[in-house]
């Protein structure tokens, strides 16, 4: 059985919908709406997905709650003072996987989709929970501090782009700062006026792996 921490959310609702798909019994938990707490102990995994700004405080209770040797998920678009509680998860023995869908919730399909898969301890066995949890898609392994360096600069030449209204390419994010199909960087960070497309498998490999 699966919770899912903030099922009611854009992506929560996808991640509802897919796992069931795949023959997951999915719980959702919401403490806003007095859910019981005792069905984390129950559950074999929790995913939690809640604004950025929540991620780190939500893993910590919910790990209070949650039988060791469970798995703990979290998908949050920034990493930075979230993966240090994965690594506590792992250290305290849960199994924590730290992942990053670069796509958003209208996605139908994870064929030709990238997920970021940030280590946590073991990133073999990491990556092979993430291609259970996210069949067809493709992965890219990458350092938390690279990944946040990476997604501050998009975010920011997607804020510098739509101020200056660049007809050269399209900044296609969601509001809630999820990737979708494909984020276009105008000049990037190879000093150029190539558009350098993200999140389509390679190019997000190559890039991940080949940016500085």
Request: glycine share 6%; charged share 25%; proline share 4%.
């Amino acid at each position: 059985m699966t919770a899912i921490i903030g099922a009611d959310g854009k992506m929560g609702v996808w991640l509802r919908d897919h796992l069931t798909k795949l023959g997951h019994t999915i719980v959702s938990y919401d403490d806003r709406k007095g859910d019981n707490l005792s069905v984390l102990r129950e559950v074999d995994m929790v995913i939690v997905s809640v604004p950025v700004s929540k991620t780190a405080e939500v893993i910590r209770n919910v790990l209070r709650h949650m039988r060791k040797g469970a798995m703990i998920v979290e998908i949050a678009s920034l990493k930075n003072g979230i993966h240090r509680e994965m690594v506590e998860a792992a250290e305290n023995g849960f199994n924590a996987l730290s992942v990053h869908p670069l796509f958003g919730p209208s996605v139908k399909a994870l064929r030709d989709k990238t997920v970021a898969v940030i280590p946590v301890v073991d990133p073999i066995m990491e990556s092979s929970w993430a291609t259970e949890l996210f069949p067809g898609a493709s992965f890219v392994e990458v350092d938390p501090e690279k990944h946040d360096r990476l997604m501050v600069h998009v975010l920011s030449l997607h804020a510098k782009r739509n101020q200056q209204k660049d007809s050269r390419c399209n900044f296609l994010i969601e509001p809630n700062h999820f990737i979708l199909r494909a984020l276009f960087l105008c000049g990037g960070l190879n000093g150029n006026s190539d558009v350098v497309v993200l999140c389509r498998t390679p190019d997000a490999v190559n890039y991940f792996q080949g940016a500085q």
